[in-house]
DNA sequence: CGGGATCCAGAACGATACTG
DNA sequence: CAGTATCGTTCTGGATCCCG
């Protein structure tokens, strides 16, 4: 077979979308979990639901605003839940909806691509950024 | 079978790289097919190899200095490769590498993913953002 | 035609301090 | 514990003009 598109990924669905970002599923999931912390976010309740502290710990580079707001928005495109136990102090429990579940495999083969690919990725930065530039001596 | 972890998304996968952003191959990809046009741009040169104003025209919305951009990463990245015509006036053709091509099923899998559920994931936007904000009256 | 250079607005993100 | 509020910085992307 020569030059077939994979399913799912033909111009026309963004086409039909008109780019508008608003409108095309495309653009709206890869605006979510694109960013900086979503995918990790998602893997880490991938395994178990978590309390917002544990989420905390066990990715530490991440500040507890952006914990929040990634969490947010979870919860807003219906990707994850969030559970208030009225303990003294009070527990928040975040878990993946049956939504939330449904995207871990697609994304996981990003991920397992990422891990695969990213040798070779970076073999190629490295040639790139040595390249002279253009006219360079 | 009680929740189990799709493979390829497993945290340890994140916490090897330390969550450095310069070492996690996950970040590196997200962060370049999570921006405004790789994707796009990746998928209308999944057709076929176009030229850089036929790429253009086919994805009116963005300008030249961000098709460029986009087209330089992908470059850079190993994912797609530049040929020069010297006619005059010059003309360029970008193609997918074999190692771009690669890409394809993973994302397409996100993709189909988004096309799917996106109808579900504005229905949970608008309960979540039609919801009464803690402490509203 | 296929860019590069420059400028600028807005969004994303991090650090810090405060709160129920 | 689980946030919110505020501030400052950095990064992204759009507009515009120029060039071979």
Known sequence: MSGGVPPGLSFSEWQ???FDATACPVRNVLDRIGDKWTALTLSALAERPRRF???????????????????RGLERDGLATRHVFPTKPPSVEYRLSPLGRTVLPPLGGLVAWAAE?????????????????????
């Open 53 to 71: 502290s544990e989420l905390h710990r066990i990715i530490p580079d991440i500040s507890k605003r952006m914990l929040t707001q990634t969490l």
């Open 16 to 18: 039909a979308a008109g």
């Open 117 to 137: 690919n990213f040798p070779e990725i970076r073999r190629a930065r490295a040639r790139f950024d040595a390249m002279p530039e253009t006219g360079g001596e």
